[in-house]
């Protein structure tokens, strides 16, 4: 099972209280696991991804491990460790201010 754990005001819309477990068939990459909690959560579509270009919207990042992953490609292998379920892959909301 892979773990996913969404910033506040998603897990709001989603109804979802805690981490989400996913069950991601195949290649375990930041599409596979977003595609599988879209699929499971269909309100988040348009959420974390834009819908046309799959492009991470602008105030969100991923990171499992301690790495900032928003950078990486989507169908690149996310870590062992969150392939195993032993990190979760994070969707944060990005702080900004001065």
Not at 13 to 20: F, K, R, T, Y
Not at 58 to 75: G, I, K, M, V, Y
Request: glycine letters at 8%; hydrophobic letters at 45%; aromatic letters at 4%.
């Amino acid at each position: 099972m892979i773990r996913v754990t969404l910033p506040a005001h998603l897990r709001t819309l989603a109804q979802i209280s805690g981490e989400v477990e996913l069950q991601v068939d195949g290649a375990i990459t930041q599409r596979s696991v977003l595609d599988a909690l879209e699929q499971l959560h269909p309100v988040l579509r348009g959420t974390i991804r834009d819908q046309v270009t799959g492009q991470r919207r602008a105030f969100l990042r991923f990171f499992a491990c301690q790495e900032d992953l928003s950078l990486e490609p989507p169908d690149a292998p996310l870590p062992e460790a969150v392939a195993s379920g032993a990190e979760p892959y994070m969707v944060i909301g990005a702080i900004a201010g001065g």
